[in-house]
């Protein structure tokens, strides 16, 4: 097989959650130009609209669509939805996610459990509701985007979540274990932890420790706006096909980093 082969989407069909923004909007951007129809989903509505536009401009079918990931019938309503218009899930991609900034001896229980609900227990549900179409397809790739917050314990100088590093270390053990599960309907379950992009859930992190987090990344800069692009892609791709159960970590070498 060769190489453009390897990692050609053509006719393929994605799902992004949080695709309005961010990182779901660059992987939505990458998977859109190596040809695959995508459904890019969150909260706001608006902000996937103008996403989805902008991709079909690119040559591929998109659309839009509401969806609270913790609401397990708005999750049913997407995949429907999905298979209506395109009659497939070939790939999933649950980029959703939150935080909330606090000491660790004074986070509110109610926040633990809102960061929880959206960035584990709402995988959990959409990883099962596709996984079940794709079983019966006999194919497909789900990645979950993790973090190099969940790979260890966090300064909190710099970094002040323990909720949110938490449920990224539970991400990379369910993207593990979900692999292992799956493996045997040809499904492909890994995940990607990026270090630190200018996003917005970044900024508060940024504004108030950007300097010494570069000084702590050997590449000497942020994520840009294509560098999660390629391992995205990998990872949805046949180029990936003999990888299960993988974490990619793109961070510039942060974590690579001992001093």
């Known amino acids: 097989m060769e190489i453009k082969e390897l990692f050609d989407l053509t006719n393929k069909t994605a799902i992004i959650t949080g695709g309005g923004r961010g990182l779901g909007e660059q992987i ?47 999750i049913d309503a997407v995949v429907a939805t999905t298979l209506t218009e395109f009659g497939s899930i070939d790939i999933l991609v649950n980029n959703s996610g939150a935080s909330w900034g606090a000491p660790a001896l004074e986070m509110p229980v109610e926040a633990w459990d809102k960061v929880m609900d959206v960035n584990v227990k709402a995988i959990f549900m959409f990883s099962q509701k596709v996984g079940k179409v794709m079983a019966d397809q006999g194919s497909g790739k789900i990645i ?38 799956l493996a045997r309907y040809n499904i492909h379950v890994n995940a990607i932890a990026p270090g630190f992009f200018p996003t917005k859930m970044a900024k508060g992190v940024l504004d108030e420790a950007g ?12 994520g840009s706006d294509y560098d999660m692009k390629g391992a995205a892609l990998f990872l949805a791709s046949k180029a990936s096909d003999y990888v299960y159960g993988h974490t990619l970590v793109v961070d510039g070498g942060a974590s690579a980093a001992v001093i």
């Open 28 to 74: 939505a951007n990458a998977y859109a130009e190596a040809g695959a129809n995508i459904v890019v989903c969150s909260r706001k509505l608006e902000a996937c609209q103008e996403v989805s536009e902008k991709l079909k401009a690119k040559g591929v079918k998109a659309i839009a669509l509401q969806c609270d990931v913790t609401k397990q019938e708005d």
């Open 211 to 222: 300097e010494r987090l570069l000084a702590h990344t050997p590449a000497g800069r942020f």
């Open 144 to 181: 979950n985007i993790a973090s190099i917050a969940g790979t260890g314990g966090q300064n909190p100088e710099v970094m002040d979540a323990i909720g949110y590093s938490t449920s990224k270390g539970a991400v990379i053990t369910f993207t593990k274990d979900l692999a292992v599960k």
